[in-house]
Structure formats: structure tokens, C-alpha cells
């Protein structure tokens, strides 16, 4: 399975960016998906995910009612629309497609990852 990232970019704080990610494979329409982001120096962290269905989603706190992920399994696509975006949000934004069907913050449950897309946030 290869997922493709893309959308991101250069936005001013407050601004919006929804970022996309298409898997080559009808197969991640079973799987949860995630997105993490890896800002330079610090770990990769877990930002959302979505259960194979779309009818759970989970969200780090620091992005909880800013950003949303949704997902289209006709287009094998899943998007993370960002609003309301901070500098703080700035980083590589990673989309991984999970073992299973439900969603999890942690990395050891994903096993495919795409090649990340830059966002960057100037205040």
C-alpha cells in the first residue's frame, strides 16, 4: 500500500488548510486511518484518526475542535481539514493507514505511512 500526502503549505495563523492523503489500494477502505505530525526535534505525535467506517474519530487535545478528519473510501481518500491553525501546529504532517479497523493514537498500530507534507504556520 502507498499513501501519497499532499496539501500542505504556507498559511498565516488563524488561516485553514485541509491536507489529503490517497492510498493506491482499495484495501485501506477496511483499515483506520491516522494522521501524526513531527515537528524539527521532537517526536512524531498522533494528531487524528478515523475508524474504517468514519463513524469514530479521535483527536489529540491540542487540535480538538480545530481540525477534523473524514474520509471517502470510494476514493480510497482520507483528508484532515485544519482550521484555526497556530504556529504551534507547524510540522510535517505524516497519514498512516492502521492494522485494523479502529482508529489509535499510538504509531505501533499503523503499518503503512505516507511521505509526509510540509505546513507551515507564520504568525
Known amino acids: 500500500v502507498q499513501l501519497q500526502a499532499s496539501g500542505g503549505g504556507l498559511v498565516q495563523a488563524g488561516g485553514s488548510l485541509r491536507l489529503s492523503c490517497a492510498a493506491s489500494r482499495r484495501t485501506v477502505s477496511n483499515n483506520a486511518m491516522g494522521w501524526f505530525r513531527q515537528a524539527p526535534g521532537k517526536e512524531r505525535e498522533f494528531v487524528a484518526a478515523i475508524s474504517w467506517r468514519g463513524s469514530n474519530t479521535q483527536y489529540a487535545d491540542s487540535v480538538k475542535g480545530r481540525f477534523t478528519i473524514f474520509r471517502d473510501n470510494a476514493k480510497n481518500t482520507v483528508y484532515l481539514q485544519m482550521d484555526s491553525l497556530k504556529p504551534e501546529d507547524a510540522a510535517v504532517y505524516y497519514c498512516?493507514?492502521?492494522?485494523?479497523?479502529?482508529?489509535?493514537?499510538?504509531?505501533?498500530?499503523?503499518?503503512?505511512w505516507g511521505q509526509g507534507t510540509q505546513v507551515t504556520v507564520s504568525s
Open positions: 498512516a493507514a492502521a492494522r485494523g479497523s479502529i482508529g489509535s493514537s499510538y504509531r505501533e498500530n499503523y503499518n503503512y
